[in-house]
């Protein structure tokens, strides 16, 4: 790492403050280029930024960061110049002159924890406090830069490295002084790793949910009113209600907050048998999402005649709604409560109309969400990256179980279990793994 980087840290556009920064090497030499002096460490000082030509570009606050001091562990600097886009284009030509490089998505980060300032569950945890939107989403992001999801897996190691032991000494030296029930010692603790590792690798996927959103599917056929309640529900016209029926054909997704969780509710095309082929490519895409969705919204037009058809991929907990109440009603929402029961589905009649409705639709996706998602505390793993290691180490020390009569075999598996764990925190990742989780991050991180 011997360019020096640097990188708007504030999003583009007119703002009151505008930061850029800059990290490596020569970081103090173009300081004293542009300002003419650097400031002490940790003091933020201003001073009249000139280009080399000598021509203002702005009077900045400045502030420098010995390495490895620093975010980065590098020399680093900030510049806090007025916001407008031709203050910081200019200062960005300036600082492009002296012959520094404009930072790769989430290189600061990246620095950061090849200095040994972070490791890689901590930097995910930057990326997803950058991205949170909600309240949990913000928590949940903090613990892990906190370094809660390292904390445990530095447990876990430290306990396969004991059993390891254990497990060696038995082959190394069977016939020295060492207890003959040595290698039977760390089934204990091996057992108590695989539970502990099932059930973090399970409550990975709440941590995934949080981060990316719970996902909540309308569903039901042409016309039941799927358009009309997302439209209540998001407060805005996110899709076209018409009383033609085939109208949605295409999964329209709206993010909102529920119980301050992030949620994705999909308004998805009628369920129907149709001869158009745009229509049953629809139909399909609608199963699909629905299929893959939290939870199911079965809508029902309680004032239709026709019965319509059960969908397949309704799910014990789902939600039947018999629209239109405030319709005369017919034979449909008879049948709709009488399929619920079969299904185990709870059955409510609303309409779209009613504030009062509205409410109670709200209210019980909030139950069901924070039944979902809600924990004493977030969940340490958050990404699936980390539920597939945790299930790999988990595996291994099954497999290192069964070695009764081989403790060679089970020595090399509770290793591997180790190396799988380490891999959550980056210490042993392949280069090519390292740049894709860091090229999500956005320029200037």
Known sequence: MTDTIYAPATAAGRSA????????????????????????????????????GGEE??????????????????????????????????????LSALG??????????????????????????VADLIEAETEAQRRQALEQLGGRLSDVQARWTEALIEALAMLEAAVDFPDEEVPQDVAARARPALERLVAELEAA???????????????????????????????????????????????TRDIIEVPMVLAGYKALMADTAGLRDTGDEIEAEGVRRARAWAAAADLRLWLVDG???????????????????????????????????????????????ITAKGPGDLAWVRATLDERIVEALAGAEPPAATRLR??????????????????????????????????????????IDPEDVLGRIFSTFCIGK
């Open 303 to 349: 004032s239709s005649a026709e019965t319509g058809m059960v969908p397949m991929e309704l799910r014990p907990g789902d939600l039947c709604l018999i629209t239109k109440r405030d319709l005369p009603s017919g034979p449909a929402g008879a049948w709709a409560a009488g399929q619920a029961r079969r299904l185990g589905l709870s059955a409510t009649e």
């Open 100 to 125: 520094l490089r404009l930072a790769e998505p989430g290189e600061f980060t990246r620095r950061a924890f090849e200095n040994g300032k972070l490791d890689l569950a901590q930097a995910e945890g």
């Open 57 to 94: 570009i702005d009077r900045a606050l400045v502030l420098v960061f010995d390495g490895p001091e620093s975010y980065t562990g590098e020399d680093a600097a900030e510049f806090h110049v007025h916001g407008g886009a031709a203050v910081v284009a200019a200062l960005i030509e300036a």
């Open 17 to 52: 403050v505008a930061v850029v920064r800059l990290s490596g090497p020569r970081t103090k030499d173009a300081v004293r280029a542009l300002a003419g002096r650097a400031p002490a460490a940790r003091r933020a000082t201003l001073r009249t930024l000139r280009e080399a």
């Open 386 to 427: 980390h539920q597939e290691l945790l299930s790999e180490a988990a595996d291994r020390l099954r497999h290192a179980l069964d070695q009764d009569e081989h403790l060679e075999l089970a020595a090399e598996d509770v290793r591997l279990a180790a190396r799988a764990l380490d891999r959550i925190t980056g210490r």
């Open 201 to 247: 690798a399970t409550d990975a996927e709440r941590g995934e949910r949080i981060r990316e959103g719970y996902r909540i599917a309308l569903i039901g056929a042409p016309n039941a009113g799927k358009s009309t309640l997302l439209n209540a529900l998001a407060g805005r016209d996110a899709a076209i209600v018409t009383a033609t029926p085939g109208t």
